[in-house]
């Protein structure tokens, strides 16, 4: 069975930085894609990246390219996800979430549709103080 635990979540002012950790077992699949969601307290969650293992491209949200970059280690299975210069719009409940295949790393009209993703983590809160 697959698991997913995010963790690395805290509070952190204005412009302030986290690394957020992916930790994913029971993973057995050889092409996989890993999204990242969010959901602030009254929104609904939106996409913020997707990993693609097949030819390793991450997609980013527009709201957070330029200051979130994802990275992995695949002897240790986690993904990481750097979030820079922050702000307190990106205060949210973060997820981990696995698609079966990476195409289901889909993109429609600008937004990562999270229907393909199969397994989820229970979530890592992150607050930033303005």
């Known amino acids: 069975e697959v698991q997913l635990v995010e963790s690395g979540g805290g509070l952190v002012q204005t412009g302030g930085s986290l690394r957020l950790s992916c930790a994913a077992s029971?993973?057995?699949?050889?092409?996989?894609?890993i999204g990242w969601f969010r959901q602030a307290p009254g929104k609904e969650r939106e996409g913020v990246s997707c990993?693609?293992?097949?030819?390793?491209?991450?997609w980013y949200a527009d709201s957070v390219k330029g200051r979130f970059t994802v990275s992995s280690d695949n002897a240790e299975k986690t993904l990481y996800l750097q979030m820079n210069s922050l702000k307190p719009e990106d205060t949210a409940v973060y997820y981990c979430?696995?698609?079966?295949?990476?195409?289901?790393?889909?993109?429609?009209?600008?937004?990562?549709?999270?229907?393909?993703?199969?397994?989820w983590g229970k979530g890592t809160l992150v607050t930033v103080s303005s």
């Open positions: 029971g993973f057995t699949f050889d092409d996989y894609g």
């Open positions: 990993f693609r293992s097949d030819d390793g491209s991450t």
């Open positions: 979430a696995v698609a079966r295949y990476p195409e289901l790393c889909t993109v429609i009209l600008g937004e990562l549709d999270d229907s393909g993703m199969r397994y």
